[in-house]
């Protein structure tokens, strides 16, 4: 059911983008959308107590993150809104935030840093959140063969593997369209339905 | 005046940051009323001017009612009013529960939603 097309509003998608730190996953929105501020205070959940020490600052009850995301506005009234994940163990609260409600999710790999990505991976796997490989040509990087690179994620045959320069709004655009033409394709299994 | 009064009120200035903790302006809560949940891209829009008597604004209610005229996703929302995500929730909660906005829920399946999808790519497509 989509409220927003029926009362007029636009109608919104999200796609996260996610990787490991300096992979590039900024300069990816950038390059195809308008970036925009985001201030989120949220108070501590369980799991990110458990990871920041809190020992000695008792009465600290939220933790602060600031993140951009990019916007794009279609002139069909729909508005598609790409998420970078924070990188950082003690956001893992956000990931969640983020995902529920997501087309997708774009994981940006580095050949020289390939176990960067593995925590990305893991999370959507295990929240069934459909997602791609986009690997990251950076000038000078060991050129792979896609076949090799699955190898090394450890990826089921079907996950998609595209190469991309992060930079250029095309090959941007491209691996974005990937992404969306995966999911229309029905990527998800059947016993990877549910988030959370 | 000792010298101290005097650089008193220089204490604080823009670099600072913000003098009122976050949740000062919810006091304290950090919740939504009645439990709603708010996702980032859902959309919400102005529904009434006539505030109920018993109802308070803080000059942020208005100022959300101001900006929802029209139909405005939260995280835009968010964005504008340079306030945490959080925070901006409770008082949306605040203003749905009075009856002054409207929440309007996105598909929290999207792969599910061909119609959403196909937009998506054919938006996509034609940049």
Known sequence: M???HSDGGPSTAKILISGGF??????????????RPLRTEEPMSDRSVGIDDTRGVSAKTTTTVAMDFGRISFPSQLVLYLFGT???ARFWFMWDELAIGAIGAVVLADTR?????????????HNGIPFIIAVNCFDGAPRFEPEDIRIALSLGPGVPIVLCDVRQRDSVKQVLVSLVRYVMNGSRRPDQMSIG | ??????????????EAGPVVRPYALTMGRTRPAGGASFDLID?????SDRMPEHFRPAPEHRRILSLCRRPT?????????DLPLGVVRVLLGDLA????????????????DQRLLRMVLDGLESL
């Open chain 2, 43 to 47: 959309v919400v829009i102005a529904a």
């Open chain 1, 22 to 35: 300096g992979v590039g996953k900024t300069t990816l929105v950038g390059a195809i959308s308008e970036i």
């Open chain 1, 86 to 88: 924070p990188g950082q």
């Open chain 1, 2 to 4: 989509d409220l927003n």
């Open chain 2, 1 to 14: 005046m000792t010298s101290h009064e005097a650089s008193g009120d220089r204490w604080f200035d823009r």
């Open chain 2, 97 to 112: 529960s009075e009856g002054l906005v409207r929440v309007m829920s996105t598909q929290r399946q999207p792969a599910n």
């Open chain 2, 73 to 81: 996703p939260i995280v835009d929302l968010t964005s504008e009013m």
């Open chain 1, 113 to 125: 840093r390939v176990a960067d990505c593995f925590a990305s991976i893991d999370y959507f796997e």
